[in-house]
């Protein structure tokens, strides 16, 4: 009998138990990457609609308010906030040539549009007459169109933010193999 018993031992790594351990890594992995492709949409729903809100408010106050101080195209340095009215939705030559002449990242300051790039044009009849900024070239982005007089004529002041998604959630895109 002793013989029987010594050659009858359990194995530690029988079938049953190399299955069910596969079957558990296999729905841990499955878990694991809802949840991190759960948490990329809502980061990314959540940016889109701070995107969209900064747009609005930067489109409003562009289109509706004439900046502060009133005259601040005379001296853009002084500028504390920009509008490019003179009256609501009348469209000043003189201040979208102030903001035009100005440096990039002063732009960028002065309008709000924190890390986001932005692009903004002065079209009529879907041309551009005008424009200032870097022209959108994210995947990830956000357009607002103003209604605004200009010398008389209707014209559309638009703005896009925008930004390179990729490099934003540079950890995410790493994880799924985006470069």
Known sequence: MPNRIANNRGQIFSTDLIFAVSVFLLLLAFVWYSWDDLNYEMDRKMELSEMKQRALDISDALAMASG????????PEG??????????????????????????KDQKGLLGVGRFDFWLAVKSGGAVLNSTGLEPAGDFRVGIERAVIRNGEAQMLSLVLWEDYKSSFMTYDYYRGNK
Request: proline content about 6%; charged content about 20%.
């Open 79 to 104: 500028a504390n906030s920009i509008g490019l009215v003179t009256l609501p939705r009348q469209l000043s030559d003189e201040k979208w040539s102030a903001l035009a002449g100005m440096d990039y």
């Open 68 to 75: 502060s101080p009133d005259n601040w195209a005379l001296d």
